[in-house]
């Protein structure tokens, strides 16, 4: 099993920055891409990107140029910094890991982000 624990989500004004964090735990050698999720209030959950082991990224056509996905392996953490934020970007943030199934069966609890305007 896995365990995913994001932080770092919070309240901030459009056009500021936060950066999450996801570590994982548990069986960490089963877990093969990452990825963040995002949850807007009535809205499906969406991809906001994806990361490889060796690090390969993808990103959402809205999310291009404004958010990196990072990890660091030593660390067993995920990052996600979000520049440029905009009001649209309220949503709850989930993590989650990739495992040799090749779907992504292991998710955080989400941590809440909030853009004011």
């Known amino acids: 099993q896995v365990q995913l624990v994001e932080s770092g989500g919070g309240l901030v004004q459009a056009g500021g920055s936060l950066r999450l964090s996801c570590a994982a735990s548990?069986?960490?050698?089963?877990?093969?891409?990452m990825a963040w999720y995002r949850q807007a209030p009535g809205k499906q959950r969406e991809l906001v990107a994806t990361?490889?082991?060796?690090?390969?990224?993808n990103y959402a056509d809205s999310m291009k140029g404004r958010f990196t996905i990072s990890r660091d392996n030593a660390k067993n953490t995920v990052y996600l910094q979000m520049n440029s934020l905009k009001p649209e970007d309220t949503a709850v943030y989930y993590c989650?890991?990739?495992?040799?199934?090749?779907?992504?069966?292991?998710w955080g609890q989400g941590t809440q982000v909030t853009v004011s305007s």
């Open positions: 990361i490889s082991r060796g690090g390969t990224t």
């Open positions: 989650a890991a990739e495992s040799r199934r090749g779907s992504f069966d292991y």
């Open positions: 548990g069986t960490i050698y089963s877990i093969n891409a």
